[in-house]
Nanobody
């Protein structure tokens, strides 16, 4: 079964940058979109950024102008460049790949991002 493996994350000071990466362990067919979500305790998972198979991007209001999503679809990888980080960006970040297949929805294991001085 294909798995998504995340890397990156960690502790950074406010104003700093981090890059998250997500790679599939195998090839995924019929990708509809690649997404990054984040979640903090007691809150619902929030969509941070998404990129469709055609390359269209969408960002949550809280991260517009600071985060950039990119993909290499042939390699089934997706990355999130996070700049000008704020303490409120602290969360567990998850990558997600949606497909057009029934039940074809993949999730990464999650990675902690902490923004603190």
């Amino acid at each position: 079964q294909v798995q998504l493996v995340q890397s990156g994350g960690g502790l950074v000071q406010p104003g700093g940058s981090l890059r998250l990466s997500c790679a599939a362990s195998g090839f995924i067919f019929s990708i509809r979109a690649m997404n990054w979500y984040r979640q903090t305790p007691g809150k619902q998972r929030e969509l941070v950024a998404s990129i469709t198979s055609r390359g269209s991007t969408n960002y949550g209001d809280a991260v517009k102008g600071r985060f950039t999503i990119s993909r290499e679809e042939a390699k089934n990888t997706v990355a999130l460049q996070m700049n000008s980080l704020k303490p409120e960006d602290t969360a567990v970040y998850y990558c997600n790949i949606e497909t057009w297949s029934v039940g074809g929805d993949y999730w990464g294991q999650g990675t902690q991002v902490t923004v603190s001085s």
